[in-house]
């Protein structure tokens, strides 16, 4: 640890810092000590967030001592005092004056994984001490056996209520008896640990977090809880005379945007009519009972009467007759002033006098629907919670004064437009009204004005807000557009030299075809082909892990369809395994796993991860060293310029611009900066630190333009090199990437998943046990990725075609000290799994070799080998094992092909994971014992009751009760085809 004094703080950092990171500390410092709000610029590996937690930190102790430093009466603490007063900064004021005490602060990333990482950096300083809160959702804390199952936030947050209002739910009533536990005292808990601990104590984590949040010295959140009014008024967070850090900045004036803003459907308003229609048939069947169902259950709230009722139902027909009474003249709708939406309201008789009254009563209804609704297929209040969150932006403020008026009028418009309805698809019935006779409407209330949402939180006493990003430039544009003073700038530099990076503007492909991502371009069959072959020829000399990112999702669909067909993509593949970006949550961490196994395989070949621009990739992951040796950037990702958004955010800029004192964007600035901004981002993925080297290649001949290399971060613009033939940046690569290994041979390749996947969520959970790494290799599929299956992993080392399960368990010994072959006999006995990176998602199978970025990234761990299975997890899997292969053998018949075998078995290891992963450990024993009872009497009659139990009580599961057919046996399988028919599976 390095003790440095910067601006007379005293701080403790873990390693000698660079002069950015001193300077960037400074900066942070300086704001602090000013009370003024701070706008940072730092190029991604230049360590930002180790050096926003320690600056901050190291302040904060230093202004607790100055406070501490008030009791100390007599001449002898005068040095003490004045020496303490200088460091936290004169505009604190003395200590004895009333509100200026330690303040909070609140660290702000763009998700909770991203959190995830600044935790772990905290874990690592010497600030470890620091009393730490973080919040999260209730959909990710909340250990209720019912209420946790719900998907829908808003359904989940009603349903909690409920209980805690009526006291029914146990684990919030306990948090009193339970809150001075010393578990809950530790110093840094994530929400994982948080999960666990409130799960071990039968106690609520998240009404947990509000007790820890009382004596925290630094809270960690998402952005949207700060810079959303709803939710920030949801966790009551309390923003006078604290420090807000806004990390990853380059997301917040999108994030103002959107949380301002709000649209509402023709559909919505149906469903509001409709909902409550519903409530009304309910009170009019507890009148015919003489109201004893519902009046005798306490938990169900009926703080409403049939007249209020019957006034929302006409507030709602109402507005729907209002929005079909505005005209529309353009097929891209009409745009009208902000205040329209007042207007609109008003015809429903919705004033702001009356929105708190309807706002407390749509609350009422939406809860009392949410506890009465025991059938899945009846409303839950989504209609009601849509027009619910409509009132609450709309009427954001308690009071409307004129000022406020004025800034909506400037900073909103309202957009109406045609929504021609949707095919209607199997099973929608539930989720629709029942008969849509005409096009539907779309009125959006869109907020062009990021300030509009940041300027609440300085009215709100925010004493300090600093702003930091390694894409933030320019930063004057970007102050303006916030409309907040940011007296304390800084552009850093990066912390490599030219001999570390490659930058070069690849305009034309081997064939000679000019390379342009352009929108009339990019369905050109030649230019597809040309850029294709250009990234089989990068694959072939840069080294390890090859990022490639296209402008969209559908831009890159048709790129991989068009070199499927001709053969490239095979070719590709050939040379390095790729892997695919999905366009949901879904198979992204499977994508992710298989890329990091790829790339540390002992084959050399490396991998290919092809991606988007503005994606999950582009932000938040950490390709360090080998597993990003260079980026390829297929096009400009510009917003589509025909969106009716779009053109309205370029106009209102062009307003703006009318008006002299105005020092942002035109509209065309900012049009182009939203694609360079995403290119940014996406080549910050590369140069992790100050010993890693890689590529940076800018596939589209505009890139040679002027005007955006410009717009290209400050490290990057003076590096850059024209290649208008492919020829000479092969030559250049092969050079520089022989050189760059030569020089930094520390910065081998990565063996280990990037630390960004969020630990959080299920499936990652689940890979930190030793098991559950196993079934994530066994799942993995075959080790050749074809056309059909580009997201497969290339896990040369393991083959489950000559996997032996039962064999496998019968080797393994609880002995720690000596190091185990999971093959039975194919591969050299040198070979082990390695738990040393217990975060890491992914199993990797490697020989044994220095971590990676070991002194970067983080401090070297002794290496330790885990048993892989217990007695009786050896048990349970050999009969879930014997369970497969016994029901492949029966369907061998059918298909005696290797393949359709392979096939089988793949998907049977892939739904017995998928089963693993979706249910708890309780309901887990339970499908394992109805799998070997199966096994043993193949009584279906036995079996069918509990499969309905298991699945059927949550859609997301109802998958997993058709797929259980390929366990049975072909009668028993039918009846399962006809019981899922029956169920609309």
Known sequence: MVNLVLNNVPIEFPFQPYGVQEKFMERVIECLQKGVNGLLESPTGTGKTLCLLCSTLGWLATRKAQIQSGLVSGDMGMDLKNQLSNATGLGWGDTGTPGTGAPKIIYASRTHSQLSQVISELKRSSYRYMKVSILGSRDQLCIHPEVSKETNNAVKLHMCHARTSTRTCYFHTNIDAKKEEPDFKLDVLDIEDLVTLGKKHSACPYFMTKEIRKGADIIFMPYNYLLDPKVRKIHNIELQGNIIIFDEAHNVEKMCEESSSIELRSLDIALCVDEITQVMKKFRDNDNNDGIMDILNPSVPKDFSLDDLCILKAMFLELEKAIDAIPITSPEGNTLPGEFMLEILAKADLSPGKKDVISELLDKVIQFLTVASTSPY????????????????????????????????????????????????????????????????????????????????????????????????????????????????????????????????????????????????????????????????????????????????????????????????????????????????????????????????????????????????????????????????????????????????????????????????????????????????????????????????????????????????????????????????????????????????????????????????????????????????????????????????????????????????????????????????????NNFIDFNETASPSLSIVPDRKPMCQSACQPAIKKRKLTILSNAEKAEYDHLRRMKVETAEQSSSCQSSGTAMENKKEKAAQYLTSAKRLLDPTRYTTFSDMIRGYQKDKNYELLIPTLRKLFLHDHKLRHLFKDFRQFLTKDDAQKLDEESRKFGI
């Open 378 to 829: 009846q409303r839950k209040g989504n209609g009601l919670q849509k027009f619910a969150d409509l009132v609450k932006i709309v009427f954001s403020k308690s009071h409307f004064t004129a000022d406020h008026m004025e800034r909506v009028k400037k900073s909103y418009k309202v957009h109406i437009k045609v929504e021609q309805p949707k095919p209607r698809g199997k099973g929608d019935a539930w989720s629709t009204p029942k008969v849509v006779t005409k096009p539907g409407r779309v009125l959006s209330y869109w907020c062009f004005s990021p300030g509009f949402g940041m300027r609440d939180l300085v009215e709100e006493g925010a004493r300090c807000l600093i702003l930091t990003s390694g894409t933030l430039s320019p930063l004057n544009s970007f102050a303006a557009e916030l409309q907040i003073p940011f007296p304390v700038t800084l552009e850093n530099p990066h912390i490599i030299d030219s001999s570390q990076v490659l930058v070069g503007v690849v305009t034309h492909g081997p064939d000679g075809t000019q390379l342009d991502s352009s929108y009339k371009n990019r369905s050109n069959a030649q230019y597809v082909q040309s850029l294709g072959r250009t990234i089989r020829s990068t694959a072939q000399v840069v080294p390890d892990g090859l990022l490639v990112f296209f402008p969209s999702y559908p831009v890159m669909k048709a790129c991989q369809e068009a070199w499927q067909l001709s053969g490239l993509w095979d070719a590709i593949n050939q040379v390095k395994s790729i892997f695919v970006e999905p366009n949901s949550k879904e198979g992204f961490q499977e994508a992710m796993s298989g890329f990091y196994s790829a790339v540390a395989s002992e084959d050399h070949k490396g991998a290919c991860f092809m991606a988007v621009c503005r994606g999950k990739v582009s932000e938040g992951l950490d390709f360090c060293d080998g597993n990003g040796r260079a980026v390829i950037i297929t096009g400009l990702p510009y917003p589509p310029s025909r969106d009716p958004r779009v053109m309205e955010k370029q106009k209102y800029l062009e307003d703006n611009r009318k008006n002299p004192q105005f020092k942002g964007l035109s509209g065309q600035q900012w049009y182009r900066l939203e694609a360079t901004r995403a290119v940014n981002q996406a080549i910050g993925r590369v140069i992790r630190h100050q010993k890693d080297y890689g590529a940076i290649l800018l596939c589209d001949q505009r890139f040679s333009g002027k005007d955006i290399i410009q717009q290209l971060s400050a490290w990057v613009r003076p590096r850059v090199l024209n290649f208008p033939k492919i020829g000479p940046l092969l030559r250049d690569l092969g050079m520089f990437f022989r050189n760059a290994d030569k020089a930094f041979p520390s910065s081998t390749k990565a063996i280990r998943a990037p630390t960004a996947i969020d630990p959080h969520r299920e499936d990652v959970k689940k890979t930190r046990s030793t098991v559950d790494s196993f079934h994530h290799a066994l799942s993995s599929g075959p080790s050749r990725v074809t056309s059909q299956h580009p997201l497969k992993a290339n896990t040369a080392s393991a083959d489950i075609h000559h996997f032996d399960l039962s064999s496998y368990s019968s080797t393994v010994k609880p002995n720690l000290g000596k190091e185990i072959s999971i093959f039975d006999g194919s591969q050299p006995s």
